[in-house]
């Protein structure tokens, strides 16, 4: 709304993680020159540690970029793998024909593939983004992985992008053969103050922008304040703040229209200090004291930016913030912004046996704002069956969401919700067992080559970013 307001070419402040976009200070762009030449030239475990929103996304794009040709690449968006389906989503990725029964003959395959790789000059690097979730044998699985060599070289790179948990598990007496392989630690601070500042006009610039800095001091200490340094949030308020100006009908952001900004978005603190101090003096002074800093802790967890009958004193400045785990989820990963994946939630490459395929085309009038019936679905399965059969191996689409079979409404939820912006008969939901449990899965598209899919995933990236959508072939459908 407010692009031709400020003569600017597109939005400057979108949360999806656009490479043009990257901005290199606050050590930012020092972190990925390291990345590289680690990758590059040694051979332990790599890990990135970052709180949530603070661009460990974006640096993983530009790895993709940035990398050699001479690197192959993995990237697996999705945490929620068995043992078993990180080998068939690294085999999908290096084109490797997936055989038929236990998976230490896939391991075995890996291995002869990465020889044949290692042995033309190339090397592979897996990025494994939200590493901090994955189940406890998962990461055994990558320790294993790191373990696969030839007589003088590692033939798989690994790269770990987490939020501060990740540290945490790896600190763990059960993990520390995975931790000593890591032989490289990088964590992505929150930007200061004076970094905020040339964090702002650089999106403007890069957005098209040509006037003066429209933020004033004041603006950017108040963005600063709020965000906690926070790359994400700082576009979220930013962008809600030049929305607020183009609704004033002035051309400079000042205080005002942040401070409007941070009621809008109603972040919360991710800074626990006050909260673990006042437990441990009352664990200390006994069970009255106790309850009584449990009460105050919980009160200042529910206290909103912007509120000035409530904020907490300040406390004493630090030259670092430290990044801390998250009080509550940021905006992004709400599920207002789209449905959150279970636990055990497969992969790209490691859906199996799908026993049904379900079309989300339906016909005009019928969705409704309370609960569609659950016998919709079975309509869909008998004209999607007709898109799987003549649908090729070859061909790839983008995989959206994946749930329990038993959160129809989810899915159905989910469909009602893109309908505006995605072509709803290229909409499919399937239906799949795995380990004993079925599972929807909502796809999007056909198309011919993988190149193609991931031209459509670029634009797709925008609608539904927390669900962190992926490329699949309709082979592993099948």
């Not at 290096?94 to 020889?115: A, N, Y």
């Amino acid at each position: 709304m407010y692009l031709e307001h400020f003569g600017l070419q597109q939005a400057p402040f979108r949360i999806t993680p656009h490479t043009e976009f990257f901005f290199a200070g606050g050590k930012r762009g020092a972190t990925l020159e390291a990345l590289i030449y680690a990758i590059t030239h040694d051979e332990g475990i790599v890990k990135v540690s970052g709180e949530v929103g603070s661009g460990k996304t974006m640096l993983c794009r530009m790895l993709l970029e940035k990398l050699p040709d001479k690197v192959e690449t993995v990237y697996l968006a999705n945490p929620m793998l068995s043992r078993d389906e990180i080998l068939f989503a690294i085999a999908e990725e290096l084109r490797i024909p997936l055989p038929e029964g236990r998976s230490h003959l896939l391991l075995r395959s890996l291995q002869g593939r990465l020889l044949e790789i290692y042995a033309s000059g190339r090397q592979v690097v897996a990025l494994i983004d939200e590493a901090h979730a994955m189940p406890p044998e998962a990461l055994e699985e990558i320790r294993l992985l790191s373990n696969l060599e030839s007589n003088r070289h590692k033939l798989l790179q690994i790269v770990l992008f987490g939020q501060p948990e990740l540290d945490s598990r790896l600190r763990q007496t059960s993990m520390r053969q995975l931790n000593d392989r890591i032989t490289h630690n990088f964590r992505l601070e929150p930007l200061r103050c004076r970094d905020v500042s040339v964090y702002l006009l650089f999106r403007l610039r890069a957005a098209g922008y040509r006037g003066p800095d429209p933020f004033t001091k004041g603006a950017v200490e108040l963005i600063s304040k709020a965000s906690e340094g926070l790359s994400r949030r700082i576009n979220i308020l930013a962008d809600k703040a030049l929305l607020a100006a183009f609704s004033d009908g002035v051309h400079q952001v000042d205080r005002r229209q942040v401070r409007a900004a941070i009621r809008d978005a109603e972040f919360r603190r991710l800074n626990r200090r006050f909260a673990v101090s006042w437990a441990w003096a009352g664990a200390v002074a006994g069970l009255c004291a106790l309850v009584a800093v449990a009460y105050l802790a919980g009160t200042r967890n529910l206290v909103r930016l912007g509120s000035p009958a409530s904020v907490p004193a300040p406390a004493p400045p630090l030259a670092e913030p430290p990044l801390v785990a998250s009080v509550a989820p940021d905006i992004e990963a709400s599920p207002a912004a789209a449905p959150a994946l279970p636990a055990d939630t497969p992969s790209g490459a490691a859906l199996a046996e799908p026993s049904a395929v379900v079309a989300a085309s339906s016909s005009p009038g019928s969705k409704s704002p309370g609960v569609r019936p659950a016998s919709g679905l079975a309509e869909r399965i008998a004209a999607s069956e007709v898109w799987l059969a003549k649908t090729p191996d070859s061909h790839f689409f983008i995989q959206l969401l994946v749930v329990d079979a038993v959160s129809e409404k989810e899915v159905l939820d989910f469909i009602d919700k893109h309908a505006a912006t995605l072509d709803e008969q290229q909409l499919r939901v399937y239906r799949s067992s795995l380990s004993g449990r079925d599972r929807l899965g909502v796809i999007y598209g056909d198309y011919p080559s993988r190149e193609l899919a991931n031209a459509a995933l670029g634009k797709l990236s925008e609608i539904s970013p927390a669900s962190k959508p992926y490329v699949r072939a309709v082979g592993r459908l099948r």
